[in-house]
């Protein structure tokens, strides 16, 4: 354990701040910062990172053992703040559903409430043996202690520099940038990109492509920039939690994307990108059947957000069968909103593997469909095999790849990941709510490209949707600044 501390210790420096000289530390800084680094690694099953919330006030907290004492001491109570950093993590959680404690997972809760037992014990044991060791020296000096005369980090200018260094490099250029806020912007600019998808699957779509070719060449393209992490998430150790999550997922994915084509078959971009907009409600409603705590103003929003897409559909015209189908479309994805947010913060190191997952899936089941749909249609002589597999060339000829290359590498994988990025910080309602813009993005690219138009009560109707999405950030940022939390009472599971 020492030498992992110390390891971590000095990775965390830089050789040319502060107090460190060519990758070396003073002892007395060292003892001080290995200590704290050794909290946050701490695990008592595997010694690996502590994956939490809570771990990063290990890094900058100057709070060393209460007393003084041995290594045994530091190491002991190091232990147990980690491990109180993951049950704080796990009642977190817990505080924002209508769960309790005692109907949560039995099995974690009991390890950890077990775990923080022998931590709280083994502390009680080196503190009575530390006390011990310091009254039988000479003036119950501190000779051999570790901690009782230790500076924290804090109070250490070169440290102090080398862990911000260390953070900012982790963070990037926006690592000063509070975490809802970046949840914001991302979510809006997947609105954006997913806006733009609309009409360009409608351009797919009237090229006559078949609707699994479609879904196979999409995430073909998808997963390309993502084979690398696909060999990553194979060698993860959370490789069967993961599977289980990503076949999930990438199923309602597949499901969903299915659907979409079919539905924009029958309307117009415009009226697509309007209708997905029922997702705004979908996801509350979900969220609240799954027990979570669904913010009050997520209501009145969702209701101001569809009356507007309502306004702003019929502006165009008589509704379809195609914008019953959108909708249908739309409720699946907000499941699949509401799913991705239970599993953001449990893969929240492993964001592209994951995701890449995911499209793994849905490229394998789009590629069995579409084989699938040709051995039917063989088999009931709708189609000639050598005819078909000779046409092949020309079929490949009249593809649409730009825009499915589009599709594929901006509004699908790129959305996905920044998605999963910002369903860690901002809950799924609430990204539901942001997604009430994607309809006014599909129609302004719809209007720009496509020749779609709606009338002045659409004009209505676009105030209403940008009043319902800006409106509800906004209420979330207040309740942000009061509470102090990073979510404004978002749901986070």
């Not at 009575?128 to 060791?133: F, K, T, Y």
């Not at 993502?226 to 999550?245: D, G, N």
């Not at 913010?295 to 069968?321: C, Q």
């Not at 909103?337 to 793994?360: C, H, M, N, V, W």
Request: hydrophobic residues 45%; contains cysteine.
């Amino acid at each position: 354990a020492a030498a992992a501390a110390a390891a971590a210790t000095l990775s965390v420096m830089s050789g040319d701040e502060g107090d460190v000289d060519d990758g070396r530390i003073e002892e007395d800084e060292f003892v001080s910062v290995s200590l704290q680094v050794l909290s946050a690694c701490w695990t008592s099953d595997r010694k690996l990172w502590v994956e939490t919330r809570q771990a990063g006030k290990f890094l900058s907290s100057s709070r060393m053992n209460l007393s003084g004492g041995t290594t045994e001491l530091a190491v002991a109570e190091a232990r147990m703040r980690a491990v109180s950093a993951r049950l704080a993590d796990a009642a977190e959680r817990l505080a924002m559903t209508r769960n309790t404690w005692s109907n949560g997972p039995p099995r974690m809760h009991d390890e950890l409430l077990s775990e923080m037992e022998d931590a709280v014990s083994a502390v009680a044991e080196a503190r009575s043996r530390a006390a011990v060791l310091q009254s039988s020296q000479p003036g119950g000096g501190d000779q051999g202690l570790v901690g009782s005369g230790a500076n924290g980090v804090s109070e250490l200018p070169g440290l102090a520099a080398g862990v911000d260094s260390n953070q900012r490099k982790r963070g990037g250029m926006f690592a000063s940038v509070p975490p809802l806020v970046k949840g914001f912007v991302l979510m809006n600019l997947a609105s954006v990109l997913f806006g733009s998808n609309q009409v360009v699957i409608k351009q797919v779509v009237d090229s006559g492509l078949d609707n699994f070719s479609q879904l196979f060449l999409r995430f073909g393209f998808a997963i390309i920039p993502l084979l690398p992490f696909v060999s990553k998430a194979l060698r993860s150790k959370q490789l069967p939690e993961m599977t289980a999550a990503a076949l999930e997922l990438g199923t309602i994915l597949s499901i969903g994307y299915l659907v979409q084509i079919i539905g924009l078959d029958g309307t117009t971009s415009a009226r697509g990108a309007l209708t997905s907009t029922f997702t705004v409600l979908t996801v509350p409603i979900f969220a609240g059947m799954a027990g979570q705590l669904v913010p009050w103003y997520t209501w009145p929003a969702s209701l101001l957000g569809l009356a507007g897409v309502g306004l702003l559909t019929n502006s165009g015209g008589e509704p379809v069968l195609g914008d019953v189908v959108c909708i249908l479309s739309a409720i699946i994805f907000g499941y699949h909103t509401l799913q991705s947010s239970k599993y953001a913060p449990r893969f929240e190191d492993q964001e592209l593997p994951f995701i890449a997952l995911q499209i793994g899936v849905v490229v394998l089941e789009a590629g069995v469909f579409k084989i699938g749909e040709v051995l039917f249609e063989g088999y009931t002589g709708e189609i000639d095999f050598a005819t078909y597999f000779s046409s092949i060339p020309d079929q490949m000829a009249s593809v649409p790849w730009l825009p499915l290359a589009y599709m594929g590498f901006f509004t699908t994988s790129f959305t996905l990941y920044i998605e999963f990025l910002a369903l860690q910080n901002v809950s799924a309602s609430l990204a539901a709510l942001i997604y009430t813009a994607e309809p006014l993005w599909g129609a302004v690219f719809a209007w720009n490209f496509m020749g779609d138009r709606w009338g002045p009560v659409g004009w209505v109707g676009t105030v209403m949707i940008i009043g319902a999405s800006v409106g509800s950030q906004l209420l979330s940022f207040r309740e942000d600044g009061e509470s102090g939390d990073g979510d404004g009472g978002a749901i986070k599971v």
